[in-house]
Structure formats: C-alpha cells, structure tokens
C-alpha cells in the first residue's frame, strides 16, 4: 500500500524517533509498504518518520544511484540502527528529500560509515557502507534523529530556500506522488 509521504514542515520529521520493540505486529507489511511508497516517488530512500511513524527505521534501495557506477547496489530495511563512526574524506553530492520535493543542495558526508541494525528477520548485522550506500543511509538516519538535509544549510543557502520551504509547508508543491501537509 502507498503511504502518503509527509511533508517538510510537519512535528515527526524534527523528532527523534523511538526503538521498535522485537515482538512489533505489522513490521513486515510496513516495511513492504514503506517499499512500495518509496519506489512509487522514485526515491532511493525513505525513513518512517516521512510516512508520519515515529520509529527508528528507513529502507534504502541504492539501485537507481549505482547503475553506471561499480558499486553494487543495496536494497535492504534498517531497523533500528546505529552509526558507530563515520570516517573517510568528505564529499559533497547533490541531496534531494521526497519530504522537501524541489529542493535539492550540496550536501558534505563522510564518504564511510560504521553501522549496526537489525534486518527484517530481527538478525542484528554490523558493517561498513561507502560511496552512496553510505550517503543514503546518513541521510535516512537522520531523518531518525529530527535531522533534514536542509539543517546542514547555514546563511545565504539557507535563506534563498526559505520561500520554497514555506511554499511546502502550506501544500504549495507539485509532486506525482501522495503527500500529508499540516493542517
């Protein structure tokens, strides 16, 4: 099922999100869902906080990302995951969120990360991710800490955006996919 995706502006994308507990009912269907919604907007990534679910998980599928590169693409759930360190030179990429559709900015990560999580049959898994799988997921885990792309912006940047912002905000954006704005 798609789930609308909520929009920049709304309470759940700035707050942390809390633990699943192991024994949560429905887990599976929301990840399929959580899929599906994501595949259906054309992102790479979507974290629950965006379907308007205050949980600490998010699904990535790298595959549109990598397709020309020699990267292997992932597609997997994150289930309540932990960045352990982040290491390597910095680079910045063009970032985008389906949360702020339209607005997109150069954005500086670490290009390695050091992670732990539970995949979706509740195995807890510790690896490294680089290049845009790493990317993808400091994107997505900060969506789990109250954190959008749009934080990292300081002074002009971030002043030039705030009309567009706004314009989000009160549902004045094009999209083809379906979203939840604020009342």
Not at 63 to 92: C, H, Q, S, Y
Not at 129 to 140: M, S, T, V
Not at 143 to 155: A, K, N, P, Q, S
Request: net charge negative; with cysteine; glycine share 8%.
């Amino acid at each position: 099922m798609i789930l609308p995706i909520v929009a920049y502006g709304d309470p759940v994308l700035k707050k942390l999100a809390k633990d699943i507990p192991q024994d949560s009912a429905d887990l599976k269907t929301i990840i399929a869902n959580m899929f599906e919604t994501m595949e259906r907007a054309q992102g790479v990534g979507l974290a629950a906080p965006q379907v308007g679910l205050g949980i600490r998980l998010f699904v990535i599928d790298s595959t549109p990302m990598v397709a020309d590169e020699d990267e292997a693409p992932i597609r997997k759930a994150f289930i309540n995951p932990v960045l352990l360190d982040e290491f390597g030179e910095e680079w910045g990429m063009e970032e985008g969120c389906l949360s702020i559709p339209g607005v997109r900015a150069d954005i500086y990560r670490p290009e390695k990360v050091g992670i732990k999580y539970y995949d979706e049959h509740w195995k807890e898994i510790t690896e490294e991710l680089d290049g845009f799988a790493a990317r993808i997921f400091q994107h997505e885990y900060d969506h789990l800490e109250g954190i959008l792309f749009t934080d990292y912006l300081r002074g002009l940047q971030k002043r030039l955006l705030k009309g567009k912002l706004m314009d989000i905000t009160k549902g004045r954006v094009d999209v083809d996919y379906r979203m939840r704005f604020i009342k």
